[in-house]
């Protein structure tokens, strides 16, 4: 069952149009991973299914048309938007970044903020610290446990290995992998390490300049010679 569905989405800054019309399918549970250069409009796309710059076309989450809702409103139906750069508010601690992500919520929160505690031991150990003392994989964890905290549907995931040393990497992914796989969360990823984002996506979709070029399943995508010589190193 599709979860979101984007028909036809465009996007632009000022004068520049960055997204051509989009079209992609999540479905409950699932996965799903973008690729591209820099410049293809990854970033966009996070953001126009997000709400937080303005577009057109059609954007579904679970039945529902959300293309002109503003970025609260889409928050409230259970999309998080974990955004490139960390995005966490740097002069609040740890804790208080993790309450925030919980403002829509009405019900106990404390649990909540148990839990990714114990996912992100490191976040626990410097929950009175402020956020922009910690290091970028730690900023890192913060960000998207604090996405986490509004106890999303789909969670859309920009760059979360951007800057990052390899091992905080795979703990990140390892992370989002077990979300996907046994909480059932859905995620739409952008990631610039290929190779890694790969072994975790059941499907991808490929842009370049603001079209889908090509789309299909993980091992499909990673099985075309063409692909990977362009795109996966090889």
């Known amino acids: 069952m599709s979860l979101l569905k ?21 479905s409950e549970g699932e996965m799903v991973v973008v690729l591209g250069a820099n410049g293809a409009g990854k970033t966009t796309t996070m953001r126009a299914v997000s709400g937080t710059i303005a577009r057109s076309g059609s954007v579904v989450f679970d039945g529902q048309e959300i293309v002109s809702q503003s970025a609260e409103s889409i928050v409230r139906l259970g999309v998080a938007h974990v955004p490139q750069g960390r995005g966490t508010f740097s002069e609040l601690t740890v804790e208080e970044n993790l309450r925030i992500g919980a403002y829509i919520r009405k019900d106990s929160i404390e649990s909540d903020i148990a839990r990714w505690y114990e996912t992100f031991p490191r976040l626990e150990e410097r929950q009175n610290q402020r956020a922009g003392s910690l290091s970028g994989g730690e900023q890192q964890m913060l960000a998207i446990a604090r996405a986490l905290m509004s106890r999303p549907r789909l969670l859309l995931c920009d760059e979360p290995s951007l800057g990052l040393a390899p091992l905080v990497t795979q703990e990140l992914f390892e992370v989002l992998k077990n979300l996907n796989e046994q909480d059932g969360l859905s995620v739409l990823l952008v990631e610039q390490n290929a190779n890694l984002a790969l072994k975790v996506a059941s499907k991808v979709y490929l842009l370049e300049t603001g079209q889908v070029v090509a789309s299909g399943s993980a091992e499909a995508i990673a099985g075309d010679e063409r692909i990977r010589k362009a795109y996966l190193g090889g």
């Open 6 to 26: 984007t028909v036809g989405l465009r996007a632009s800054y000022g004068q520049v149009d960055v997204l051509l019309g989009i079209d992609i399918d999540v």
